[in-house]
């Protein structure tokens, strides 16, 4: 890789980092001081900080591989740190799945008991969801990190040229245990994503025919919703595909390919954690509170 480039590329993958860290510790912030406030923290906003928390620590992660395809860092750490990287994304994704969840049982309706006992049992079954969250993916990465390593090597050495010689099967059934383990929260997410999308649809159509002549407000909130769930939908598909392509060694590591693949990956905790932000009435306020402060100060 040329020096403009390893410039270019650094360049990103710093902003990428910071932009991360900034906008999840912001969140992580203002919940916690709300909570000294209060001496209470709402649901949605424990499930919140906790996918944030676990965004940082994939920012960081992603921000060493980062360096290791710079040649800034020796290969060994990222063998050193499969296994956390696998508790942190599989961790992020199950929270953002039960976030999905959350946000499909307060908004949406369907006139169905199970539906309804979901939306009110919702906010007491949120700390019960992270803490089942994270032992599920602690016994998991546990019981299969030695798939996870061997994986990891095999990739190492099928991926570099001079070692062309050493090639080797990759390892099927290890590689279909960790995909299993991720798709799982990816179908539970779809099905919640995909439910809220009707509901808001209908919810929508509901409007247009009994709000006849009057303004575009009244659908604003509806539309507002759906380009929120439906950027979620794409940023978190996408970072699915990212990981499928890193597990089952579609792309050359070190490869242009390769880099953009982790460059897009690295975009999901960061945009996503920007439009909940925006989508979020107090972290809204603080932010704006903070952007004058910041201009005031200027």
């Known amino acids: 890789m040329q020096t403009p480039q390893l410039i270019i590329h650094f360049l990103i993958a710093a902003i990428q980092l910071l932009a991360g860290v900034f906008a999840n510790g912001f969140i992580v912030l203002v919940n916690i001081v709300n909570l000294i406030k209060q001496r209470k923290m709402a649901p949605l906003d424990l499930l919140i900080s906790c996918l944030a928390t676990s965004r940082i620590c994939l920012q960081v992660i992603i921000f060493l591989a980062h360096l290791v395809l710079l040649s800034f860092m020796e290969q060994l750490v990222l063998f050193e740190h499969c296994a956390i990287f696998m508790f942190v994304n599989s961790c992020g994704l199950w929270l953002a799945t039960w976030l999905g969840v959350f946000y499909c049982a307060k908004i949406a309706t369907f006139p169905h008991p199970l539906f309804f006992w979901l939306k009110v049992r919702m906010p007491k079954l949120v700390p019960w969801l992270i803490l089942g ?10 019981l299969y990190s030695k798939y996870t390593w061997n994986c990891t090597k095999k ?17 099927v059934i290890s590689s279909s245990v960790l995909l299993f383990h991720i798709t799982v929260p990816l179908i539970i997410f779809l099905i919640a994503v995909l439910l809220l999308i009707f509901s808001l649809g209908r919810h929508s159509q509901q409007m247009r025919t009994t709000a006849v002549g009057t303004t575009n407000t009244s659908r604003g909130v509806p539309f507002s919703a759906m380009l929120s769930i439906l950027s979620f939908l794409i940023l978190y598909f ?17 490869s242009l390919l390769f880099v953009l693949c982790t460059l897009v990956a690295g975009t ?15 972290l809204k306020l603080h932010a704006r509170m903070f952007l004058l402060c910041g201009q005031c100060g200027q």
């Open 133 to 142: 969250s994270v032992l599920y993916t602690s016994v998991t990465v546990g």
């Open 238 to 254: 996408s970072h699915y595909l990212m990981i499928i392509l890193f597990l089952f060694h579609i792309l050359p590591f070190g």
């Open 155 to 171: 990739f190492f050495i099928n991926s570099f040229p001079k070692n062309a010689s050493q090639t080797e099967v990759i390892d």
């Open 268 to 282: 999901y905790p960061c945009i996503h954690s920007v439009i909940l932000i925006l989508g979020n009435r107090k």
